[in-house]
T-cell receptor, first 111, second 116 residues
Framework: AQSVTQLDSHVSVSEGTPVLLRCNYS??????LFWYVQHPNKGLQLLLK??????LVKGINGFEAEFKKSETSFHLTKPSAHMSDAAEYFC?????????FGKGTRLHILP | GAGVSQSPSNKVTEKGKDVELRCDPI?????LYWYRQRLGQGLEFLIY????????KSGLPSDRFSAERTGESVSTLTIQRTQQEDSAVYLC??????????????FGPGTRLTVL
């Protein structure tokens, strides 16, 4: 059965420094993996999606994620954080008619 | 065009009453999903529809929960005999169904359900 683990419930970084949000998954074979973002008082929005075409996936707002099968990881990164990146981020795995959301990581940006 | 809409936006009910939550997906989206988000927690996948059919209902928390979709459009999530543990934000999403169901989902604003 598939599962998703977001290793940090909260991450704080200073504006202009790199962002790393960690996600590990388990699945039977080749899953679809996503990152969604939820800004305060706004709906969920897709950041990026992996479906086996390329291991490095580029998303919106300068975010990217790398699929590493050997590590069963799909960590989300951004080279330089912006204040507008403050939000909750969800790692998601889709497989076998089920969609599993991680518990979320709240990203705080320090001025 | 219009996004996913949900109604009501807020619902306060008494324990034991039935509630019905509505979702209007984006026109042309054949896949529709329901999630529950409890305070401070991630999203819990409840059920999805491919057209008007729900291939797997095992994500529904109990037999008090049911969902329907008609005309490959509107969906309703019904909770019977509500309990305080049902209090949460219920989110609906829709997507195009291509070769697989895991395409970008567009989320509605949610219905905040409070069971007193």
């Amino acid at each position: 059965a598939q599962s998703v683990t977001q290793l940090d419930s909260h991450v704080s970084v200073s504006e202009g420094t790199p962002v790393l949000l960690r996600c590990n998954y388990s699945s039977s074979y080749s899953p679809s993996l996503f990152w969604y973002v939820q800004h305060p008082n706004k709906g969920l929005q897709l950041l990026l999606k992996y479906t086996s075409a390329a291991t490095l996936v580029k998303g919106i707002n300068g975010f990217e994620a790398e699929f590493k099968k050997s590590e069963t990881s799909f960590h989300l990164t951004k080279p330089s954080a912006h204040m507008s990146d403050a939000a909750e981020y969800f790692c998601v795995v889709g497989e076998d008619d089920k969609i599993i959301f991680g518990k979320g990581t709240r990203l705080h940006i320090l001025p | 065009g219009a996004g996913v809409s949900q109604s009501p936006s807020n619902k306060v009910t008494e324990k034991g009453k039935d509630v019905e939550l509505r979702c209007d997906p984006i026109s042309g989206h054949t896949a529709l999903y329901w999630y529950r988000q409890r305070l401070g927690q991630g999203l819990e996948f409840l059920i999805y529809f491919q057209g008007n059919s729900a291939p797997d209902k095992s994500g529904l928390p109990s037999d008090r929960f049911s969902a329907e979709r008609t005309g490959e459009s509107v969906s309703t999530l019904t909770i019977q005999r509500t309990q305080q543990e049902d209090s949460a934000v219920y989110l609906c999403a829709s997507s195009l169904w291509l070769a697989e169901p895991y395409n970008e989902q567009f989320f509605g604003p949610g219905t905040r359900l409070t069971v007193l």
